[in-house]
């Protein structure tokens, strides 16, 4: 079965950072993993990777480890190697200037100040490639921005956590199998943070 899309997650490999705001794309893809019999596997270190089947569509999901700053480096080799267009390259990461639980799927765009995105962008030479937001914002107050992304979820927050996660990986799901059109008008809906959420 030749690959057809290639979702990759982003996220900073190892224990310290396993449950912080910024490894919300590797919660995804391993979320997918677990739910349509994926196994992991390391390729060389770079990256991990688990191949999936979508409703009869081949689908690699991708965990590079090469942390958030060089994900890039762990994609662009993999994208080649595979042949896969950039319009079936799905970028999945958190983002800082949504709500706690939104979501934001696109065809395209700018790094929006993400270190993740801006080493793909640059290593695949295009900002022509479909990506996944998930809100983790607002940063409150007096909160440096790098700091908040590599703390972990309140206590709190990990229900809409956990929701948000499920509607991601239905979203990726939908993209792959309904086109990107119709999974944006399906899970791009505005959703406000909690009360009392940071």
């Keep these: ?19 912080t705001r910024h490894n919300l794309g590797f919660r995804v893809v391993e979320t997918l993993a677990r739910a349509r019999g994926g196994r992991w596997r390391e390729q060389g270190r770079h990256r991990r990777l688990a191949r999936i089947d979508v409703a009869g569509r081949d689908v ?3 965990e590079p480890l090469t942390f958030m700053n060089l994900s890039g480096d762990a994609l662009r080799p993999l ?7 950039l319009n079936r390259v799905l970028v999945v990461c958190d983002d800082i200037a ?11 765009g700018s790094d ?12 695949l030479d295009s900002r022509d490639f479909p ?30 956590v956990d929701e948000m996660v499920t509607a991601a990986t239905e979203c ?12 944006m008008g399906r899970y791009n809906a505005r959703k406000e943070p909690p009360a009392g959420a940071a």
């Design 1 to 19: 079965m030749a690959l057809e899309y290639l979702v990759a997650g982003l996220g900073n490999p190892g224990d310290r950072y396993r449950d």
């Design 60 to 62: 690699l999901l991708v």
């Design 79 to 85: 994208v080649d190697a595979e042949s896969v267009p």
């Design 98 to 108: 949504l709500p706690l639980g939104q979501l934001r799927l696109r065809p395209a």
């Design 112 to 123: 929006g100040g993400h270190n993740g995105l801006v080493s793909v962008i640059e290593r």
């Design 131 to 160: 990506r996944l937001r998930l809100g983790v914002g607002p940063v409150p107050p007096r909160v440096d921005a790098a700091e908040f992304v590599l703390a972990e979820f309140l206590p709190e927050e990990e229900g809409v």
């Design 172 to 183: 990726v799901v939908a993209w792959a199998t309904d086109g990107i059109d119709r999974a």
